[in-house]
């Protein structure tokens, strides 16, 4: 069974930086070709994509987090990274790593819900002002 397990949610001030580690194992294959992307759920919001990696190693951001948010990959570790600076409360939400589909990696619909093949757990992270 596939498991993205995710450690490093917490509470910060605003302006404050955190980093969430997802830690993928269970899969039957080498995980190098797998596109791996960032999902948060905001209070009362749907959830979204907001950082992807494939498995050249590129990357995609939402506008909202662009030059405050990166995300990165180690293989030999099975661990996928998304280091995070100048946080504001519309940070605020509970992130999920996922396995996004190969045919939505490269799509600019690559941050809506249904581009995800797996869900992994989620983390609480509330920024407050």
């Known amino acids: 069974q596939v498991k993205l397990v995710v450690s490093g949610g917490i509470s910060v001030q605003a302006g404050g930086a955190l980093r969430l580690t997802c830690e993928v194992s269970?899969?039957?294959?080498?995980?190098?070709?797998?596109?791996l992307a960032w999902f948060r759920q905001g209070p009362e919001k749907e959830r979204e994509g907001v950082a992807l990696?494939?498995?050249?190693?590129?990357?995609k951001y939402v506008d909202s987090v662009q030059g405050r948010f990166q995300i990165s990959r180690d293989d030999a570790k099975d661990l996928v990274y998304l280091a995070m600076i100048s946080l504001s409360p519309e940070d605020t939400g509970v992130y999920y790593c996922?396995?996004?589909?190969?045919?939505?990696?490269?799509?600019?619909?690559?941050?809506?819900?249904?581009?995800?093949?797996?869900w992994g757990q989620g983390t609480q992270v509330t920024v407050s002002s």
């Open positions: 996922t396995e996004v589909y190969r045919t939505s990696c490269e799509t600019d619909d690559w941050h809506m819900a249904t581009a995800v093949r797996i």
């Open positions: 269970g899969y039957t294959y080498s995980g190098v070709d797998r596109c």
């Open positions: 990696i494939d498995a050249y190693g590129n990357t």
